[in-house]
């Protein structure tokens, strides 16, 4: 499909406004975190939801809330106080590639990362001052890679397993389930989706999540070239979106998720 660049102006703009609204949530795994109004559990329920999305989203939905149960409804306070004894219940959890051995580990990490520290997005920065603020200029690419290293990084428990669920740009993958969770957590607007918790980093800063219905229409829409499905790719439609809104280029993803689900394009 041929545009000019004021016609995939109006489209991406006109869509992104029609999707980025409350009747987006119900059915997308953002719903998972929706149901929280406290820091933590937002930040715990939006990760984990976020790493199991993908497969058909109905299932994605169960399964993230039979995690919400097994926390007994609270995420954060289970995370902080539960017994060992606690955990025999995560046993017989399953989706897809992911299961128990995985779900035990990103307890113990939760655990252990907020004994010391308030939020998750201090996990994303690469060096925090005394007054809690970066030192040093980052990127998103350099906030996934340093992530990766801390969530892997507890060495007395850590299964090689889990390793492939937490995606980085070091290893050149897409990120898309990562990129979805920072823009549930950073992206902030009026409208009621995103939450825009965090704020250390920047709706500029975000590279937009690149799945299946992204992909296709994306590249129907010429905003995409690269053959390949990569963080170099991720990068491209990002560069490209920011010609129609440098300061929020990822806010499209709605425009070009909406346009591919609801089989628009």
């Known amino acids: 499909m041929t545009l000019t660049h004021t016609e ?8 992104a406004d029609y999707y980025n609204r409350p009747s987006f949530i119900e059915r997308d795994p953002i719903s998972i975190p929706h149901r929280f109004s406290r820091k933590q559990d937002i930040e715990i329920m939006g990760f984990w939801a976020a790493v199991l999305a993908w497969g058909q989203r109905p299932v994605i939905l169960k399964k993230s809330a039979e995690l919400v149960d097994l926390m007994d409804g609270a995420p954060y306070d289970f995370i902080r106080h539960h017994e060992e004894s606690d955990l025999k219940r995560f046993l017989n959890f399953k989706h897809r590639t992911f299961n128990a051995t995985d779900a035990l580990y990103f307890l113990h990490f939760f655990r252990q990362y907020y004994k010391q520290n308030d939020s998750l997005e201090d996990a994303f920065l690469p060096l925090v001052s005394a007054n809690n603020s970066p030192v040093t200029q980052s990127t998103v690419e350099s ?3 340093v992530f990766h290293d801390r969530f892997c990084g507890l060495t007395d428990f850590f299964p090689e397993r889990t390793r492939k669920h937490i995606a980085t740009p070091a290893r050149n993958s897409s990120c898309k389930r990562l990129l979805m969770f920072l823009r549930w957590m950073v992206r902030h607007d009026d409208r009621g989706v995103d939450f825009g918790i965090w704020t250390r980093l920047r709706p500029d800063q975000l590279v937009i999540p690149i799945d299946v219905h992204v992909n296709r229409v994306a590249r129907k829409l010429g905003l995409l070239s690269r053959p390949q499905t990569d963080w170099k790719a991720a990068l491209e439609l990002t560069d490209t979106l920011r010609q129609f809104d440098p300061g929020d280029p ?12 609801e089989g628009e394009m």
């Open 143 to 145: 906030n996934l890679i």
């Open 250 to 261: 990822v806010r499209y993803d709605f425009a070009l998720f909406g346009l591919g689900v």
């Open 8 to 15: 995939l102006s109006d489209l991406l703009n006109q869509k």
